[in-house]
């Protein structure tokens, strides 16, 4: 007989360290030629129309530095979402990886970034949905964050249209 909980808590484990790991991939993956405004532009031209094209109601965010490029709010969403984006957006400008993966290393740990002592919930979202616009041989030069779908679904649709971008650079 097989103890339960000890190995439905290490398949939970496993489980997360696989999802690290492929977020891991994606960043490795997702490394751009360049990103100008111009890019910018197209990177959330392509995610809200790709949501209208799905019936989703997101909120659109590409930052540079501290400049929003892009920005847009489709009927569906609130003000909420425009705090949810930049909450997020200050966790990946902290860390320099998606918000995602920060609260998902932590788990995997065993802890939650919420808990320590400096996190303020007031300033950062450790929430799927917020990916670094990395450029190689650069580095991050921005964020591009969606906002409106589950914390997996708003990683997985940024993370689709940084794909789509890297494919027509």
């Given at each position: 007989m097989t103890d339960r909980p000890a190995d439905a808590a290490r398949e939970d484990a496993d489980a997360l360290a696989a999802r690290v790991a492929a977020i891991e991939a994606e960043m490795a993956e997702l490394r751009l030629p360049r990103f100008t405004n111009d890019d910018a532009h197209r990177l959330g031209l392509w995610l809200l129309t790709t949501a209208r094209e799905r019936g989703l109601a997101i909120t659109v965010n590409v930052t540079r530095g501290q400049q929003v490029v892009f920005h847009a709010a489709m009927d569906g969403t609130s003000a909420d979402n425009d705090d949810?984006?930049?909450?997020?957006?200050?966790?990946?400008?902290?860390?320099?990886?998606?918000?995602?993966?920060?609260?998902?290393?932590?788990?995997?740990?065993?802890?939650?970034?919420?808990?320590?002592?400096?996190?303020?919930?007031?300033?950062?979202?450790?929430?799927g949905g917020c990916f670094p616009v990395l450029v190689r041989d650069v580095g991050m030069v921005a964020t591009v964050t969606v906002s409106g779908l589950a914390q997996e679904d708003d990683h997985a649709l940024v993370v689709e249209g940084l794909r789509e971008i890297l494919r027509t650079s």
């Amino acid at each position: 007989m097989t103890d339960r909980p000890a190995d439905a808590a290490r398949e939970d484990a496993d489980a997360l360290a696989a999802r690290v790991a492929a977020i891991e991939a994606e960043m490795a993956e997702l490394r751009l030629p360049r990103f100008t405004n111009d890019d910018a532009h197209r990177l959330g031209l392509w995610l809200l129309t790709t949501a209208r094209e799905r019936g989703l109601a997101i909120t659109v965010n590409v930052t540079r530095g501290q400049q929003v490029v892009f920005h847009a709010a489709m009927d569906g969403t609130s003000a909420d979402n425009d705090d949810w984006v930049r909450r997020k957006t200050a966790v990946v400008q902290r860390f320099g990886e998606p918000s995602l993966l920060v609260a998902l290393r932590r788990r995997l740990k065993g802890t939650r970034i919420e808990d320590e002592g400096w996190f303020d919930e007031r300033v950062y979202a450790a929430h799927g949905g917020c990916f670094p616009v990395l450029v190689r041989d650069v580095g991050m030069v921005a964020t591009v964050t969606v906002s409106g779908l589950a914390q997996e679904d708003d990683h997985a649709l940024v993370v689709e249209g940084l794909r789509e971008i890297l494919r027509t650079s």
